[in-house]
C-alpha cells in the first residue's frame, strides 16, 4: 500500500514539474496574445505582431526561415507603419468626418417629419444588426490595442496596467468574434436580396447621394438601399469574410493545419481587411447617427418617418404605395 502510495506520489510530482516546466518554457517565448497561434509565433519571424515578446531577442527575426515567403514578411514586419494605418483607419477617418460636417452641414429634411411611420427593419433584423455590429465595435477597440498598442500605448503605462489591458483585449478579442460570426453570416443572408446594384446607383454616387451642400437640393434615385449602402454592404461581405476567414485560421490552427505562410498570409489578410472595415464603419456610423436627419430611427424601432424614405429612399417609397 506504502509503496502504491509512492508510485502515485511520484508520479503525479513528475507530471506536476514537467507541465510547470512546459508552462515555463511558454512563458518565456510566448507574446501574450493570440495565444492559439503561439506556435507559429515561436517558430519564426514576426511575433511582436502577434503579441508583446517577453523576451526581446524575440522582437526582431534573427533569420528569415528558408520556407517563408519573403514578401508577405516583409510588409508584417513594418509593424510601426500597420499601427499607424490602422489607428488612422480610425481616429483619421472620424477627424476628417467631423471636419466635413463642421464645414458641410447635416442633410436635414426637406420638410420636416410628417409624424407618419413607415415599417423598414423587421425584429430580428434589428437584432441581428447590433449583434454584429456591438461585436464588431468591441473587435476594433480591441484590435486597437492588439495592433498598436504596445506602440502607443505601452510606454504610458505601467508594466502591470499594460499586461492586464492586452490580456483582456486579447480574451474579448476573442471571445467577440463569435457573436460578430453569427451577426455577419446573417445579415448577410438576410440582406442580400436588397443590396442588389441598379443601374440608377450611378448617378446616385455621381452627386454624392445629394449629402454635398452645394446650395441646390439633389435627391437621387434610390431603392430600400441607397448606392451608398449597397457600398457598405458588399466592402462588409468581401472584407468581413476575409476578416472571419483570417481569424479562424489564426485561432484554430491546428483544426485549419496552418503552416507558418499560411499564418503569415492570414494575418496580412486580417490587418487589410480591419483597416478597410475600421474605416467603412465609422463612415457608417456618421450616415446613420449625425448625417442624416431622421435616420437613425430605422434601426432602434425599425419603423421611418414618410418624409424620410421620400428624400432618400424614394423608389422604395413609391413601391411601397
Ligand atoms: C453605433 C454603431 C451603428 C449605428 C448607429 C448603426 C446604424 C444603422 C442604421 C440606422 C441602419 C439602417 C439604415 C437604413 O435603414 O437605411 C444600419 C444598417 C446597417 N448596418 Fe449599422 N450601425 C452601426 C454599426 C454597424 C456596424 C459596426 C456594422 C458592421 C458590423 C453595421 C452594419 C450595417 C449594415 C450591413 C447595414 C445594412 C446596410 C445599410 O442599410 O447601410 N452597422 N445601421
Known amino acids: 500500500m506504502n509503496r502504491a502510495i509512492k508510485w502515485l506520489s511520484f508520479i503525479v510530482i ?32 514576426i511575433p511582436e505582431l502577434r503579441g508583446m515578446p517577453t523576451d526581446p531577442q524575440l522582437l526582431l527575426p534573427e533569420s528569415v526561415p528558408e520556407d517563408a515567403n519573403e514578401v508577405i514578411l516583409g510588409y508584417l514586419v513594418a509593424t510601426d507603419t500597420i499601427a499607424l494605418l490602422v489607428y488612422a483607419s480610425l481616429f483619421a477617418v472620424i477627424s476628417l468626418f467631423i471636419i466635413f460636417i463642421v464645414i458641410n452641414g447635416i442633410s436635414r429634411l426637406d420638410d420636416g417629419y410628417s409624424g407618419k411611420l413607415i415599417k423598414r427593419w423587421s425584429g430580428l433584423s434589428i437584432s441581428v444588426h447590433w449583434l454584429g455590429a ?40 476573442e471571445l467577440m468574434a463569435f457573436p460578430f460570426i453569427l451577426g455577419y453570416v446573417l445579415m448577410i443572408l438576410m440582406w442580400a436580396p436588397k443590396q442588389i446594384p441598379a443601374s440608377y446607383d450611378l448617378k446616385w454616387f455621381a452627386v454624392l447621394g445629394g449629402y454635398l451642400n452645394t446650395g441646390k437640393k439633389h435627391h437621387p434615385d434610390a431603392g430600400f438601399a441607397n448606392a451608398g449602402e449597397k457600398l457598405w454592404f458588399w466592402v462588409f461581405a468581401l472584407f468581413g469574410g476575409l476578416m472571419v476567414i ?6 484554430f490552427p491546428e483544426t485549419f493545419v496552418v503552416t507558418k505562410n499560411t499564418a503569415n ?40 418617418d414618410e418624409n424620410w424614405a421620400k428624400q432618400h429612399h424614394n423608389l422604395w417609397f413609391k413601391e411601397l404605395k
Open 134 to 173: 456591438i461585436a464588431c465595435i468591441f473587435l476594433i477597440l480591441t484590435g486597437l490595442v492588439l495592433s498598436g498598442g504596445r506602440l502607443y500605448l505601452e510606454p504610458s503605462m505601467n508594466q502591470s496596467g499594460w499586461a492586464s489591458l492586452i490580456g483582456l483585449s486579447s480574451g474579448l478579442h
Open 265 to 304: 498570409t492570414m494575418l496580412l489578410v486580417h490587418i487589410v481587411s480591419t483597416i478597410i472595415i475600421t474605416a467603412f464603419s465609422v463612415v457608417h456610423i456618421f450616415m446613420a447617427t449625425v448625417m442624416s436627419e431622421g435616420g437613425m430611427s430605422n434601426m432602434t424601432s425599425g419603423y421611418c
Open 14 to 45: 513528475s507530471l506536476l514539474v514537467s507541465t510547470a516546466a512546459m508552462a515555463a518554457d511558454e512563458a518565456n517565448l510566448q507574446p501574450q496574445q493570440w495565444q492559439p497561434i503561439k506556435i507559429e509565433a515561436i517558430a519564426g519571424d
Open 246 to 251: 483570417s481569424g479562424l485560421t489564426m485561432m
